[in-house]
């Protein structure tokens, strides 16, 4: 398989990937035609402003092209069972960054996101001493009150329970244990984190975990907010 590429004022660009030895021809959903399906839900408001939302939206149109593309790959191409794993775990490892940045966006856009008014300046070590025979130091983390708030960083599982309480994502939407099954799995992308001897991806990856983030993207990106956008039907690939 190869892409067929073409340039553009000095820019490669892909547009049409080909199967060898076959004149079937398949096109990717445009970077236009997702970000004006993603422009549905994503919009600067008080909370969140066009710097942050252009790169924001930009980000999850690639990566929701490629995970077009490695959907294809995974319909058409003959492979082996270890390559075939390897590519599901990567759907799911793109796919749940989609889902993170998506949340994101709903804690931040809905006035949800920490802020706190004390930042870090220092760091102290004692001198280590000891106590009934063992060695023991201390640390000491110095703060300064600022003037401002300051945003926190806000992990995957943090989003997903704002998410969840705040009902972001409306009243019918149920899958929440589904995708903090797949923020467990999306953290394997570390594979020298293991836990036991069975803990690999063969193990870990398999039918049931692309099922279960195809699944979760369609229902997010079908869902009310998207109800009046003509690219609906570009999302089939995750059913």
């Not at 004390?118 to 070590?125: D, E, M, R």
């Not at 280590?128 to 130091?137: A, Q, T």
């Not at 309480?165 to 799995?185: M, N």
Request: proline letters at 1%.
């Amino acid at each position: 398989m190869y892409c067929k590429l073409k340039k553009t004022e000095g820019i490669i660009l892909s547009d049409t990937l080909t199967l060898k030895h076959s004149k079937e021809k398949w096109d990717a959903t445009s970077i236009s035609s997702l970000d004006s399906h993603i422009s549905f839900l994503i919009q600067e408001n008080e909370y969140i402003k066009i710097k942050e939302i252009h790169p924001l939206k930009k980000n999850i149109s690639y990566n929701l092209q490629y995970l077009q593309f490695l959907n294809r790959v995974i319909d058409d191409i003959s492979m082996s069972n270890v390559i075939y794993v390897q590519n599901i775990k990567s759907f799911l490892v793109i796919g749940s960054s989609i889902i993170e940045s998506i949340f994101y966006y709903l804690v931040v856009s809905s006035g949800n996101r920490k802020t706190v008014n004390f930042k870090s300046i220092n760091k102290v070590k004692s001198q280590e001493y000891k106590i009934d025979s063992k060695v023991y130091n201390n640390e000491i983390e110095i703060f300064e009150k600022t003037t401002h708030q300051l945003n926190t960083q806000m992990t995957f599982d943090r989003l997903i329970k704002i998410v969840k309480s705040k009902k972001l994502l409306g009243e019918k939407f149920k899958r929440y244990a589904g995708i903090k099954k797949l923020r467990q799995l999306r953290n394997k992308i570390h594979i020298h984190g293991t836990e036991h001897y069975f803990d690999t991806d063969w193990n870990n990856f398999s039918n049931e975990e692309y099922e279960l983030i195809k699944g979760i993207l369609f229902e997010i990106f079908t869902s009310k907010p998207f109800k009046e956008s003509k690219y609906l039907k570009k999302f089939n690939f995750l059913k």
